[in-house]
């Protein structure tokens, strides 16, 4: 069983502030990385995948990956209170596999 | 522009009924998956699909099938279905390689077995 660890939250921030979410994960072969976004009552969106170590930025979000310590990040800078939802870590694993954490709920408190 | 479509947004069923749940994708996707997620267990993986006609067992397969027939149409069925199926059921097509962030889920299918 892969595991993929994400701290619940709720975590509040300010609007404008940078918003931190961590993601652990156990199986050293995975591969590729994924962010979700998922308001309340709806699907799960894509919004930032990496591969390799370093950041990749998009727009006002950061994802960090560091596979020697087995974590990925996701910084969204100038939160907005948009920005309030659920962020899931996904992790892939062999035979195309997706594993998801439990999500981290963000709150932008204007 | 809607990429993935599932065949309910709200489902009632009863203790014992077959349960049909339809996914159908509109991208070419090769791979197909079937999730639930509940409260405090997030997104856990019930079936994939990574062509026509194959199948694997995700980690959480049992009282579940699925049937893939044609590449854009991924089905779940619960055999008989029980209280503790009660939940919100999500589709995802993905392709993978050169073009994995192309990922979508479909609007899920809340599904209440009494």
């Known amino acids: 069983q892969k595991e993929v660890e994400q701290n619940s939250g709720p975590l509040s921030v300010p609007e404008g502030a940078i918003a931190s979410l961590n993601c652990t994960y156990s199986?050293?072969?995975?591969?590729?990385f994924f962010w979700y976004r998922q308001y309340s009552g709806k699907s799960p969106e894509l919004i930032m995948f990496?591969?390799?170590?370093g950041d990749k930025e998009d727009g006002r979000f950061t994802a960090q990956l560091n596979k020697a310590s087995q974590y990925v990040s996701l910084l969204i800078r100038d939160s907005q209170p948009s920005d309030s939802a659920t962020y899931l870590c996904a992790v892939t694993g062999t035979g195309n596999q997706f594993y998801f954490g439990t999500g981290t709920s963000l709150t932008v408190i204007p | 522009d809607v990429k993935v479509t599932q065949s309910s947004r709200y489902l009632v069923k009863r203790t014992g009924e077959k349960v049909f749940l339809e996914c159908v994708q509109d991208m070419d996707h090769e791979n197909m998956f079937w999730y639930r997620q509940d409260p405090g267990l997030g997104l856990r993986l019930i079936y994939f699909s990574y062509d026509v006609k194959m199948k694997e067992k995700g980690d959480i397969p049992e009282g579940y099938s699925v049937s893939r027939e044609k590449k854009e149409r991924f089905s779940l069925i619960l055999e008989s279905a029980s209280t503790n199926q009660t939940s919100m059921y999500l589709c995802?097509?993905?392709?993978?390689?050169?073009?994995?962030?192309?990922?979508?889920f479909g609007p899920g299918t809340r599904l209440t077995v009494l």
């Open positions: 199986d050293r072969g995975s591969q590729s």
């Open positions: 995802a097509s993905i392709a993978l390689g050169i073009y994995t962030d192309t990922q979508y």
């Open positions: 990496i591969y390799s170590n």
